[in-house]
């Protein structure tokens, strides 16, 4: 088998579980129910990655959490093809809604990643935790 496609094992590699703390439990609530949530801040209008109490941009603690349908575009990626559980994809994606979020890319022939290139959120089971989100092309 080629190391340039994706191989199953990279499709099957263990994720830790997540912590799920006080601040992000309604997060991993969401995505245990397929949902993918954002945190906007009242305070400044603008929505922010990872979610948490306190805004990242203006510090304000106004935020309140947003469904989002993550969906955004590949900023930048890797390929890490020299890994004991076979290749994967690792990179940032920018949120329709602004926020960049570092992710797995799963379900795609990581030759065929490209910057730009748009993809959409779907949940990955973790071991013993709730599921995170990971990212394929549309």
Known sequence: MSDTKT??????RKIPAPPVTIESK?????A??????????NGCGKAHWYPRALCPICFS???????SPGEGVIYTY????RSPTGPYA??????????????NFVDCDFDQLAIGQKVKVKFQDTENGPPVPVFSPV
């Open 7 to 12: 191989a199953p094992e990279a499709q099957a």
């Open 26 to 30: 309604p997060f991993w609530d969401a």
């Open 32 to 41: 245990t129910e397929g949902r993918f949530l954002i945190k906007r801040c």
């Open 61 to 67: 603690d106004d935020t309140v959490w947003e469904e």
């Open 78 to 81: 890797s390929v890490m093809r």
């Open 90 to 103: 690792i990179g940032y994606v920018t949120l329709n809604e602004g926020p960049a979020v570092l992710t």
